[in-house]
């Protein structure tokens, strides 16, 4: 009472509450339910009213609330029914996990009088919770050498549940090698072990798969799978074997600590952990190996102490390989310990020469030198060597002596010479090493050919060329020396036309510029083919040919030719016939020519170049057709005379003219009437034959049979003109048909365009040409071909009636006297 006294009044009225409530419920006791878990939210759990004694009326009236210490509230009170429910989803694994009973215990406060009522709420387990591994698949190994009754702890499962809805009892799928055994803890978990039933043969099986099932006891029950696979591991009947049965190793004695000087290897044939090899060292007291460390998982054999060759010149270590189960095999690592090397290799040379030849066979002997070491052991070994891919070698003899030899012939044009350097290189670590230089010229033998720059030549020369002219140079190399490639060019001679080849062509013979000795004539050849000889000064000489194609370009020097008309052996005057009828473009005649050019130089146009009547007569720029270029009048002259030229397109272009009669009459008696006024006689008996002509013309054209006469002597005219032309033609045979157009097509216009018929045997006066349209030559237009002649083709005197015998032969060629 003294307590209370010295406490302030707030504190006083807390503690009498305390006091009171700790009275009633001695004399009250606790309100017990029980509800399941994972029921509704608002789920009936008990009757706090009834519990009481109140009405729940009264109960709200006494401001009945739940009072809990800072856990989350799990239950509430119905006001209107006094009932205890659940405020939310309950989860008893999460409250409780593995206890068991799980309980919540929580107080009922009544306000008005501070009553406080103790409540206890027992949460009962369902079977919401299915068994789990740990792991869902489990790999295991086992040996083939397990003896039957093996036993393999596996993985537990959990349950998160109690009682009856936890983890009853396990199950293994049926096999042939293993059985299931579940035992029982102190904690009273169930713990399965794997035990083998039958003998493993990884040969047969090597892995087997298998299932364990987890079963709780729940309704329905609930199950979890773990998967197991069992690797069946190989005997370890394979013991660890090195790679050396002995290993040698020398390190300088100066090598600092800390160094790895080699690294011993053992493998074993065995796999997995039969085959996990770790090394060990012997220690024997005897042997100074306190020097050395050695790696149990790597085999690495470090220094970790300081050598001394002058203490111990070889060191011993036993090492010992052992896999996992413990089969172990032996070898030995003898450690050689080398002086240190300070003196490099030192060079004596006996003899040597400066030049050999390239045809020197394989094996010849270049030097002769001797190495020595002043040093000991292997840092006296001395190794020479060469660089690589020169034709030597060395050859070792006795003493350290050693010969600088040739692997193969030599080739000058390749290698004019060497440089050769000879490496001494001593034994020791460092190594050092001296460098011998000796120098070798390689003489040359003339083993070359002359070989020209190009496979063939060809070379071009324009006609009319001067004599002495440069064509062509050519050259050809030697990879020789000195007079080994000396070349001198020659020609191989022949016989061209007749004439050697000497005297068209020539080639200095030091050069090789090729030289016209004559003018060439493209006209008489157009191309030469030569060959050039390239041939060196050795002895023997030897040499190579190259083709050369020598073309000869055209130059305009030939004028044109006229072929027709042509100019009359007899001194007369060629007439051509117009008659006063002929429409404008009129075929009168057509000038004929060719170029023994080619080529541009053989295009030829045609012009008139003077007419005794301007604009009466037009001639075609390129078929030289003269046609009358208007009407023909009366008052036009019988005699019209005309010269027409014709120019090739060469440069500079070349013509050549030609002079026409032309006589303008519409028959034979016209022409005859005025034959005097052509030309004049001064013969009398000229005057009476030319009267007598007369007379014979008109009898012949009355009368039938005369008619027959002259068509037969006009057939045998036209032969003997074929053949004349075929004579003429042979001056042309040589020269090539692409040179001018249509030599051919000349000569049948030739022969179609007009026929003679020699009337007297002497026509000195005049020769009288009477035109018919050519049907054949390919160089009259199409157009003069469709026009209608009152003067027909010969054919037509075959048709027509006496009447007509006189225009008619107004398209014969008449020789007058």
């Given at each position: 009472?003294?307590?209370?006294?010295?406490?302030?009044?707030?504190?006083?009225?807390?503690?009498?509450?305390?006091?009171?409530?700790?009275?009633?419920?001695?004399?009250?006791?606790?309100?017990?339910?029980?509800?399941?878990?994972?029921?509704?939210?608002?789920?009936?759990?008990?009757?706090?009213?009834?519990?009481?004694?109140?009405?729940?009326?009264?109960?709200?009236?006494?401001?009945?609330?739940?009072?809990?210490?800072?856990?989350?509230?799990?239950?509430?009170?119905?006001?209107?029914?006094?009932?205890?429910?659940?405020?939310?989803?309950?989860?008893?694994?999460?409250?409780?996990?593995?206890?068991?009973?799980?309980?919540?215990?929580?107080?009922?406060?009544?306000?008005?009088?501070?009553?406080?009522?103790?409540?206890?709420?027992?949460?009962?387990?369902?079977?919401?919770?299915?068994?789990?591994?740990?792991?869902?698949?489990?790999?295991?190994?086992?040996?083939?050498?397990?003896?039957?009754?093996?036993?393999?702890?596996?993985?537990?499962?959990?349950?998160?549940?109690?009682?009856?809805?936890?983890?009853?009892?396990?199950?293994?799928?049926?096999?042939?090698?293993?059985?299931?055994?579940?035992?029982?803890?102190?904690?009273?978990?169930?713990?399965?072990?794997?035990?083998?039933?039958?003998?493993?043969?990884?040969?047969?099986?090597?892995?087997?798969?298998?299932?364990?099932?987890?079963?709780?006891?729940?309704?329905?029950?609930?199950?979890?799978?773990?998967?197991?696979?069992?690797?069946?591991?190989?005997?370890?009947?394979?013991?660890?074997?090195?790679?050396?049965?002995?290993?040698?190793?020398?390190?300088?004695?100066?090598?600092?600590?800390?160094?790895?000087?080699?690294?011993?290897?053992?493998?074993?044939?065995?796999?997995?952990?039969?085959?996990?090899?770790?090394?060990?060292?012997?220690?024997?007291?005897?042997?100074?190996?306190?020097?050395?460390?050695?790696?149990?998982?790597?085999?690495?054999?470090?220094?970790?102490?300081?050598?001394?060759?002058?203490?111990?010149?070889?060191?011993?270590?036993?090492?010992?390989?052992?896999?996992?189960?413990?089969?172990?095999?032996?070898?030995?690592?003898?450690?050689?310990?080398?002086?240190?090397?300070?003196?490099?290799?030192?060079?004596?040379?006996?003899?040597?020469?400066?030049?050999?030849?390239?045809?020197?066979?394989?094996?010849?002997?270049?030097?002769?030198?001797?190495?020595?070491?002043?040093?000991?052991?292997?840092?006296?070994?001395?190794?020479?060597?060469?660089?690589?891919?020169?034709?030597?070698?060395?050859?070792?003899?006795?003493?350290?002596?050693?010969?600088?030899?040739?692997?193969?012939?030599?080739?000058?044009?390749?290698?004019?010479?060497?440089?050769?350097?000879?490496?001494?290189?001593?034994?020791?670590?460092?190594?050092?090493?001296?460098?011998?230089?000796?120098?070798?010229?390689?003489?040359?033998?003339?083993?070359?050919?002359?070989?020209?720059?190009?496979?063939?030549?060809?070379?071009?020369?324009?006609?009319?060329?001067?004599?002495?002219?440069?064509?062509?140079?050519?050259?050809?190399?030697?990879?020789?020396?000195?007079?080994?490639?000396?070349?001198?060019?020659?020609?191989?001679?022949?016989?061209?036309?007749?004439?050697?080849?000497?005297?068209?062509?020539?080639?200095?013979?030091?050069?090789?510029?090729?030289?016209?000795?004559?003018?060439?004539?493209?006209?008489?050849?157009?191309?030469?083919?030569?060959?050039?000889?390239?041939?060196?000064?050795?002895s023997p000489p030897l040499s190579s040919n190259v083709s050369l194609s020598l073309f000869v370009l055209d130059q305009n020097d030939n004028t044109p030719e006229i072929l027709y008309p042509m100019l009359p052996t007899d001194g007369s005057t060629g007439v051509e016939l117009a008659p006063r009828s002929a429409e404008p473009g009129y075929l009168v005649t057509k000038v004929v020519a060719v170029d023994r050019d080619s080529g541009q130089n053989a295009w030829l146009s045609y012009r008139l170049l003077k007419a005794s009547e301007p604009g009466l007569f037009v001639v075609g720029l390129h078929t030289g057709e003269v046609r009358t270029a208007r009407a023909l009048l009366d008052r036009d002259a019988l005699k019209q005379s005309l010269v027409v030229a014709v120019q090739d397109h060469g440069q500079p272009p070349l013509s050549a003219t030609v002079t026409l009669t032309v006589a303008v009459a519409d028959s034979i008696?016209?022409?005859?009437?005025?034959?005097?006024?052509?030309?004049?006689?001064?013969?009398?008996?000229?005057?009476?034959?030319?009267?007598?002509?007369?007379?014979?013309?008109?009898?012949?054209?009355?009368?039938?049979?005369?008619?027959?006469?002259?068509?037969?002597?006009?057939?045998?005219?036209?032969?003997?003109?074929?053949?004349?032309?075929?004579?003429?033609?042979?001056?042309?045979?040589?020269?090539?048909?692409?040179?001018?157009?249509?030599?051919?097509?000349?000569?049948?216009?030739?022969?179609?365009?007009?026929?003679?018929?020699?009337?007297?045997?002497?026509?000195?006066?005049?020769?009288?040409?009477?035109?018919?349209?050519?049907?054949?030559?390919?160089?009259?237009?199409?157009?003069?071909?469709?026009?209608?002649?009152?003067?027909?083709?010969?054919?037509?005197?075959?048709?027509?009636?006496?009447?007509?015998?006189?225009?008619?032969?107004?398209?014969?060629?008449?020789?007058?006297?």
């Amino acid at each position: 009472m003294a307590v209370l006294q010295k406490l302030p009044q707030h504190r006083k009225l807390v503690l009498l509450y305390l006091l009171s409530a700790a009275l009633w419920e001695a004399g009250v006791g606790q309100m017990r339910y029980s509800v399941s878990e994972e029921i509704d939210k608002g789920s009936f759990v008990g009757n706090i009213a009834k519990d009481l004694g109140l009405e729940p009326l009264v109960l709200a009236e006494r401001g009945v609330r739940i009072v809990s210490r800072g856990r989350t509230q799990l239950f509430a009170l119905n006001p209107q029914s006094g009932s205890l429910v659940t405020a939310g989803r309950i989860d008893r694994e999460e409250l409780c996990a593995q206890s068991a009973p799980c309980l919540v215990n929580f107080n009922i406060l009544l306000e008005d009088k501070l009553t406080i009522y103790s409540v206890e709420v027992e949460i009962t387990d369902i079977n919401d919770n299915a068994p789990r591994f740990g792991v869902e698949e489990l790999e295991l190994k086992i040996s083939e050498t397990t003896t039957p009754g093996f036993r393999i702890p596996l993985k537990s499962a959990h349950d998160a549940d109690v009682g009856e809805n936890t983890l009853q009892k396990y199950e293994l799928n049926p096999n042939d090698h293993f059985f299931l055994d579940v035992r029982s803890g102190a904690d009273g978990n169930k713990y399965p072990e794997l035990v083998l039933e039958r003998s493993l043969d990884r040969e047969e099986e090597a892995v087997h798969h298998l299932v364990l099932i987890a079963l709780d006891g729940g309704n329905p029950t609930r199950s979890g799978t773990s998967r197991i696979r069992v690797m069946v591991l190989d005997a370890n009947d394979n013991a660890p074997v090195f790679t050396q049965p002995e290993y040698h190793v020398s390190v300088p004695e100066n090598v600092p600590v800390g160094t790895r000087i080699l690294t011993v290897t053992a493998t074993d044939a065995d796999e997995g952990y039969n085959a996990q090899v770790a090394y060990f060292q012997e220690k024997t007291p005897a042997k100074p190996s306190e020097a050395f460390e050695l790696k149990s998982a790597s085999g690495d054999i470090t220094i970790i102490k300081n050598l001394d060759y002058e203490d111990a010149k070889f060191h011993e270590i036993d090492i010992e390989a052992q896999d996992g189960p413990g089969l172990l095999t032996r070898t030995k690592v003898i450690v050689t310990v080398l002086d240190v090397n300070d003196n490099a290799p030192e060079f004596y040379m006996t003899t040597a020469t400066s030049s050999i030849s390239e045809d020197s066979p394989p094996g010849t002997i270049i030097a002769l030198f001797n190495v020595h070491d002043r040093d000991s052991g292997q840092n006296a070994f001395i190794t020479c060597s060469l660089p690589e891919d020169i034709p030597f070698k060395l050859e070792r003899s006795v003493d350290n002596y050693h010969r600088l030899v040739t692997t193969r012939a030599l080739d000058r044009e390749e290698f004019s010479s060497y440089n050769i350097t000879v490496t001494a290189k001593d034994g020791g670590s460092p190594s050092l090493s001296t460098d011998a230089h000796i120098l070798l010229q390689v003489a040359d033998i003339n083993d070359n050919p002359p070989t020209f720059l190009h496979s063939s030549y060809s070379a071009y020369i324009p006609e009319n060329n001067p004599r002495g002219a440069s064509i062509i140079s050519v050259k050809a190399h030697d990879p020789d020396s000195d007079h080994n490639a000396h070349v001198t060019y020659s020609l191989t001679e022949y016989t061209f036309q007749g004439a050697p080849l000497s005297s068209y062509i020539s080639i200095n013979s030091d050069t090789g510029v090729l030289y016209a000795l004559r003018s060439f004539d493209y006209e008489q050849f157009r191309e030469l083919q030569l060959w050039v000889t390239a041939q060196d000064s050795g002895s023997p000489p030897l040499s190579s040919n190259v083709s050369l194609s020598l073309f000869v370009l055209d130059q305009n020097d030939n004028t044109p030719e006229i072929l027709y008309p042509m100019l009359p052996t007899d001194g007369s005057t060629g007439v051509e016939l117009a008659p006063r009828s002929a429409e404008p473009g009129y075929l009168v005649t057509k000038v004929v020519a060719v170029d023994r050019d080619s080529g541009q130089n053989a295009w030829l146009s045609y012009r008139l170049l003077k007419a005794s009547e301007p604009g009466l007569f037009v001639v075609g720029l390129h078929t030289g057709e003269v046609r009358t270029a208007r009407a023909l009048l009366d008052r036009d002259a019988l005699k019209q005379s005309l010269v027409v030229a014709v120019q090739d397109h060469g440069q500079p272009p070349l013509s050549a003219t030609v002079t026409l009669t032309v006589a303008v009459a519409d028959s034979i008696p016209d022409v005859l009437e005025e034959l005097g006024s052509l030309e004049p006689s001064t013969n009398p008996d000229d005057s009476s034959l030319t009267l007598y002509l007369v007379v014979a013309v008109t009898t012949v054209s009355c009368i039938f049979l005369a008619f027959v006469i002259v068509l037969l002597a006009l057939r045998l005219r036209r032969w003997h003109m074929s053949r004349l032309l075929q004579a003429s033609g042979g001056g042309l045979a040589g020269m090539p048909t692409s040179h001018f157009v249509g030599v051919e097509g000349v000569r049948a216009f030739l022969q179609t365009y007009s026929h003679e018929v020699s009337l007297t045997a002497d026509s000195r006066k005049s020769h009288l040409i009477f035109p018919q349209p050519n049907y054949a030559d390919t160089l009259i237009s199409q157009e003069s071909c469709e026009k209608n002649d009152l003067l027909s083709a010969p054919q037509s005197l075959l048709e027509d009636k006496g009447e007509e015998t006189i225009p008619q032969l107004g398209s014969e060629v008449l020789h007058l006297t």
